[in-house]
């Protein structure tokens, strides 16, 4: 089992930064990808962005050049540079472990923490 703990939420004016933290613990595999998603009030829950393992990156194209998302394997913690942050981008941030295993894939959750961009 994985357990996701995301902390660095808040409160800021448009044009500011924050930085999210998602500290995992237990056994992490080399194939794991780590993702934020978020969630809008009154929306559905999106995929933000995502790291491999190695390092690789996806970017949902809102966030391309303002999000830069990270990873410290040997910490097994994620991290969610924010910038430039606009009104649309509160919401509650996920964290998110996806594991494949042959067909089936199983994900991981944090509780959430609440970002608010205040106009």
């Known amino acids: 089992q994985v357990q996701l703990v995301e902390s660095g939420g808040g409160l800021v004016q448009v044009g500011g930064s924050l930085r999210l933290s998602c500290a995992a613990s237990?056994?992490?595999?080399?194939?794991?990808?780590m993702a934020w998603y978020r969630q809008p009030p009154g929306k559905a829950r999106e995929l933000v962005t995502s790291?491999?393992?190695?390092?690789?990156?996806w970017y949902e194209s809102s966030v391309n050049g303002r999000f830069t998302i990270s990873r410290d394997n040997a910490k097994n913690t994620m991290y969610l540079h924010m910038n430039n942050l606009r009104p649309e981008d509160t919401a509650v941030y996920f964290c998110?472990?996806?594991?494949?295993?042959?067909?089936?894939?199983?994900?991981?959750w944090g509780q959430g923490t609440q970002v608010t961009v205040s106009s």
């Open positions: 998110n472990l996806g594991r494949q295993f042959y067909d089936a894939t199983s994900n991981f």
């Open positions: 237990g056994t992490i595999f080399s194939t794991d990808v």
């Open positions: 790291i491999t393992y190695g390092g690789k990156t």
